[in-house]
């Protein structure tokens, strides 16, 4: 009986640091230089970080679910992911610009730095490394446990559309970008 009381104060204790540990990523970000952000970019990275954080603090609960604690590989894969996603609160890709509006047509061909403007602004990197980060291997190993473990609930259910969901719109958020590229670019 002792040994059980113990285990669920550390498993709550555990559960307790994780969300400290998200929060703590972000106040940090917060209380951090903001370098060449403004106050609505800053606002934006840190709801940004918010949802970051929500997601992969799922990604700690799904390993912790029965059928995948006693898997190791799976295990394994999902600590991975885990603390790939945690990378992206190191990167501050997420700042995107306007493009400068100019009268002159001539400066929308000016090369920069003897090329032309690159096709990667950082808002496609930013787009990127969340695809490739979080949002696609999240659904991707989301999508194996509810198919290939038949470790489903609503939770999961719901991660799963919002993963599917934000991958679409970064696909179509990057075409975009492309696009107006080469418009500008002609």
């Keep these: 009986m002792e040994m059980e009381t113990n285990f669920s104060t550390y498993t709550n204790w555990a559960q307790i640091l994780e969300q400290i540990m998200v929060l703590v990523l972000v106040v940090g970000r917060w209380l951090a230089p903001k370098g060449e952000m403004n106050r609505d970019q800053l606002t934006q990275l840190l709801l940004l970080y918010i949802g970051l954080g929500a997601d992969i603090l799922d990604m700690l609960n799904m390993i912790k679910t029965p059928g995948v604690d006693t898997n190791w590989q799976v295990a394994i894969a999902g600590l991975c992911l885990f603390s790939c996603a945690l990378l992206q609160f190191t990167l501050v890709l997420t700042q995107s610009s306007d493009p400068p509006e100019t009268n002159n047509e001539q400066d929308t061909q000016t090369p920069v730095n003897g090329s032309r403007r690159s096709c990667c602004a950082s808002e496609v990197w930013s787009?990127?490394?969340g695809l490739c980060q979080q949002d696609g291997?999240?659904?991707?190993?989301?999508?194996?446990?509810?198919?290939?473990?038949?470790?489903?609930?609503?939770?999961?259910?719901f991660f799963i559309c919002k993963n599917?969901?934000?991958v679409i719109i970064e696909i179509y958020r990057i075409i975009i970008i492309h696009v107006r590229h080469r418009r500008q670019n002609t």
């Design 137 to 157: 291997p999240f659904l991707v190993f989301r999508l194996y446990l509810s198919i290939g473990k038949q470790v489903i609930d609503e939770l999961m259910i």
């Design 164 to 166: 599917a969901l934000t």
């Design 127 to 129: 787009l990127l490394s």
